[in-house]
């Protein structure tokens, strides 16, 4: 699943009527028993800075919608035995006790609580609505992977008016870990583990590039890579070479200056070849530093 996240199209059509919702609690509601064995009755549950709550009929306006209005709330559909709800409750726990209170977790058990699951058109679980003011702002189903359902708690968030520094994915630590200690395999398999959750993960398209650069030197004398392309300025493999030492040598402009100069002395294969490495050593510094936009500048101009 490529974006978690249903159209919002889904409210407008009234799937979801939360004005039901509202208005003096049902008196015979009965207390559902906790999806992950926490506190019933609406009571928050233990865990320092978490903000979690499990709703009853009799808790649903207050623990929801009240809460809503001051911050988000993410509502998780579920239930004990099943497995993937089991699996993936404790991950919407961690994340919350990260976020330090900037939003609500109200968790439904379906199967004590039958009518709220109604009204929200839940047809399976896991599933997830985010609210905000008072109305269902975004949903999805299923489990998702953890990249993306960062980046959905970061729009909801951002929605609710929040904002809230999004906490270093932990295996970009350990991918980098691999990277520093030489461990290229590792560090490779890590980031493209990454890649695969978040395509557009910027510090682990870095450190794959990061991994080809090493590689590509692995075997290399700097010193004699660098004095064999001085002495071959047209040689594409020599130029590649030393344009790789100079980037980890931490002098990348200069890296960008001689690849550029060689894409505007080639042509054809070789042209696409230089321009694709450049590229590729692009997506290491990242596209705000300066040094990358000069460069992208006058490899634009090189080529066109």
Partial sequence: MSDPRITSSIF???????????????????????????????????????????????????????????????????AAGFPESDEFA???????????GSWVLARVDVQENPRIAQMFRVQGIPMVYAVVGGQPVDAFSGVVPEAQLRQWLQAVLKAGGVTVAEPEDPRLDEADDALMSGDLDAAEQAYRKILADAPADAAATAGLAQVGVARRVA??????????????????????????????SGLAEQAYSRLVGLVRRTAGEDRETVRQHL??????????????????????????
């Fill in 12 to 78: 407008t059509r009234g799937a979801v009527d939360l004005s039901t919702l509202r208005g003096p609690a049902p008196a015979s509601s009965r207390p559902g028993t906790p999806p992950q064995g926490g506190p019933s009755n609406g009571a928050p549950a233990a865990g320092g800075d978490t903000a979690i709550v499990d709703v009853t009929e009799a808790t649903i306006q207050s623990d929801v919608l009240e809460r809503s209005m001051a911050m988000p709330v993410v509502v998780f559909f579920g």
């Fill in 219 to 248: 075997a290399a004398d700097p010193a004699t890579a660098l004095a064999a392309a001085e002495s071959a300025p047209d040689d594409v493999a020599a130029q590649l070479l030393a344009a790789d030492i100079e980037v980890l």
């Fill in 279 to 304: 590229v590729s050593l692009f997506s290491i510094a990242g596209p705000d530093d300066p040094a990358v936009a000069s460069a992208r500048r006058a490899l634009a101009s090189a080529l066109f």
């Fill in 90 to 100: 404790p991950v919407l726990e961690r994340l919350n006790a990260e976020g330090g």
